[in-house]
C-alpha cells in the first residue's frame, strides 16, 4: 500500500508531519510519503495504492 499527503500553503512542514504520523499509525503497513502540494485551496490532497490493484492490473483484470 502506498499513501501519498499532499500538504497545502497554509499548512506547515510540522502539521504535515503529524497528519502522516497518523495514517502511518492507522496503516503501518503503508508507505506513506509527504509533499509539499502548495495548493491553494485544500489543505490535503490525499492519494491512497494498493498493490493488489496493481497485481491486477498487470494481469488484465479490472477490480470493481
Not at 506547515?12 to 506513506?32: L, N, R, Y
Not at 510519503?33 to 490493484?53: C, D, F, K
Request: aromatic share 10%; hydrophobic share 40%; glycine share 8%.
Amino acid at each position: 500500500e502506498y499513501i501519498t499527503i499532499f500538504y497545502g500553503e497554509d499548512i506547515t512542514e510540522k502539521q504535515a508531519s503529524k497528519a502522516a504520523g497518523i495514517f502511518s499509525s492507522v496503516c503501518p503497513h503503508a508507505d506513506v510519503n509527504l509533499l509539499s502540494g502548495g495548493q491553494p485551496v485544500y489543505y490535503y490532497l490525499i492519494s491512497a495504492e494498493n498493490a493488489t490493484m496493481h497485481a491486477a492490473q498487470a494481469e488484465g483484470l479490472t477490480l470493481v
